[in-house]
């Protein structure tokens, strides 16, 4: 079946510009996760949905950041203003359980959009 | 202090080596350990989920915990080239934030 799917692959902005980052989830997977990673840097938690709202968004480094789910599926990420330490791959993932069940939870990781700005 | 520490390496063997990929942690209430596997401009994948202190084994790769220590770690057997790629140790207390160790580049030579 399709995994979880990213859009764009790349993109590349100018500082202080707007941008949207789109995921699409496993189908009927409830769980999902943006991160960010630097180079040379594993993935840095930014926020989880379960279903439509945001459980947790402790990770998000600033108001600068959003991030929506409306129906509960596809998930955007939205940076306003855009700084060049915003640079980075964004990746989405998402599982079907919530962490910490029994027999754990995977989550599945979409290739990322690698963000660059100038 | 950093709540999970690993070694960016890279590590590069030949052929057929085992391979040994190891990371610390700083909080004890940490219960759940993974291994990911991440290729060069591809999303991390699941290798390995550990739950509390002990060993677990699929194929060729090992995962150990030792809680006592706050020591994590992975073994590669007969270590292959396809087995290149960034290897990401991660953990997390049961709730929703994944902490990820900054993964080790690791290099096998044909």
């Known amino acids: 079946g399709a995994g979880v799917s990213q859009t764009p692959s790349n993109k590349v902005t100018e500082k202080g510009k707007y941008v949207e980052l789109r995921c699409d989830p496993i189908?009927?997977?409830?769980?999902l996760y943006w991160y960010r990673q630097s180079l040379g840097q594993g993935p840095e938690f930014l926020i989880y949905?379960?279903?439509?709202?945001?459980?947790?968004d402790s990770g998000l480094p600033n108001d600068r950041f959003f991030a929506v789910r409306p129906e509960g599926s596809v998930s955007t990420l939205k940076i306003q203003r855009t700084e060049r330490g915003d640079s980075a791959v964004y990746l989405c993932?998402?599982?079907?359980?919530?962490?910490?069940?029994?027999?754990?939870?995977?989550?599945?990781f979409g290739p990322g959009t690698r963000l660059t700005v100038l | 202090q950093k709540e999970v520490e690993q070694d960016p390496g890279p590590l590069s063997v030949p052929e057929g080596a085992i391979v040994s990929l190891n990371c610390t942690y700083s909080?004890?209430?940490?219960?759940?350990f993974m291994w990911y596997r991440q290729y060069s401009r591809k999303g991390p994948e699941l290798l390995m989920y550990?739950?509390?202190?002990g060993n677990k084994e699929d194929g060729r790769f090992t995962a150990q915990v030792d809680k006592s220590s706050k020591y994590i770690s992975l073994f590669i057997r007969d270590s292959q080239p396809s087995d290149s790629a960034t290897y990401l140790c991660?953990?997390?207390?049961?709730?929703?934030?994944?902490?990820f160790g900054a993964g080790t580049r690791l290099f096998v030579k044909a």
């Open positions: 189908s009927g997977h409830t769980a």
């Open positions: 909080n004890s209430a940490f219960q759940y």
């Open positions: 949905f379960q279903g439509t709202g945001a459980a947790d």
């Open positions: 993932a998402s599982s079907r359980l919530l962490p910490g069940t029994a027999g754990g939870d995977t989550q599945y």
């Open positions: 991660a953990t997390y207390t049961g709730g929703f934030k994944t902490i």
């Open positions: 550990t739950y509390s202190s």
